[in-house]
């Protein structure tokens, strides 16, 4: 929808991802996609540390969940969810 893109392009302005961050969090999706949770936590996790990425924290809670955190799972899903509220509060 035309309201998502902006919350999304609100975010990629706020939070430009370097082209590692950016692979790794394609590598993480991809992993989700797959059902290779502790992959996608690896990559969300790395992620993560080059980039404060609300994109991250929500594949993160993901991949969490299904391998039983389900703390860090809500942890993480409230980061991006918060992250994304800030975004979308920006765009006026």
């Given amino acids: 929808s ?4 902006r919350v999304q392009a609100a975010l990629w302005v706020a939070h ?3 082209s590692e961050a950016a692979a790794l969090l ?3 999706q991809t992993a989700l996609e797959h059902g290779d949770w502790p992959s996608a936590r690896t990559s969300f996790l790395a992620a993560l540390e ?3 990425d609300p994109e991250a924290h929500d594949g993160l809670g993901r991949a ?3 391998l039983g955190d389900v703390d860090g799972a809500i942890h993480h899903r409230a980061a991006a ?3 994304f509220g800030d975004a ?3 765009l006026g």
């Fill in 16 to 18: 430009p991802a370097t």
């Fill in 81 to 83: 969810y918060a992250a």
């Fill in 26 to 28: 394609t590598a993480g």
């Fill in 2 to 5: 035309p309201a998502q893109f």
């Fill in 88 to 90: 979308a509060s920006s």
């Fill in 64 to 66: 969490l969940w299904w």
């Fill in 50 to 52: 080059s980039d404060d």
